[in-house]
């Protein structure tokens, strides 16, 4: 069975396959493919290789931890992995 391909909120961007992070069990609202976009929050101009502040560092975190953020809040921000 093949996992679910998920479509980049942000750009509409479809994984081709599962990366192994959380982007396969949630949408990413933006991904690597994402043009710079302006952050909700801060305002100030993010892209994939230049995030802004309100970015919490998902590499940083067990998985375990991951999936309870996602569980808690279901419209989470994603880091791309570069
Ligand atoms: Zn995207
Ligand atoms: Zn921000």
């Given amino acids: ?10 750009c509409g961007h ?11 069990l949630f ?9 710079p ?4 929050d801060c305002g100030q101009i993010c892209s994939a290789q230049a ?3 309100c970015w919490i560092r998902l590499d940083t975190m067990a ?3 991951i999936k309870a953020l996602f569980a808690a809040d279901g419209g ?5 992995k570069a």
């Fill in 27 to 35: 949408p990413s609202e933006h991904c690597g493919d994402c043009p």
């Fill in 14 to 24: 479809t994984k081709d396959a599962p990366t192994g992070d959380p982007t396969d």
């Fill in 1 to 10: 069975m093949n996992a679910p391909i998920l479509t980049c909120t942000g």
């Fill in 63 to 65: 998985a375990a931890d």
């Fill in 37 to 40: 976009w302006t952050c909700a």
């Fill in 51 to 53: 995030l802004c502040g």
């Fill in 76 to 80: 989470f921000h994603i880091t791309p």
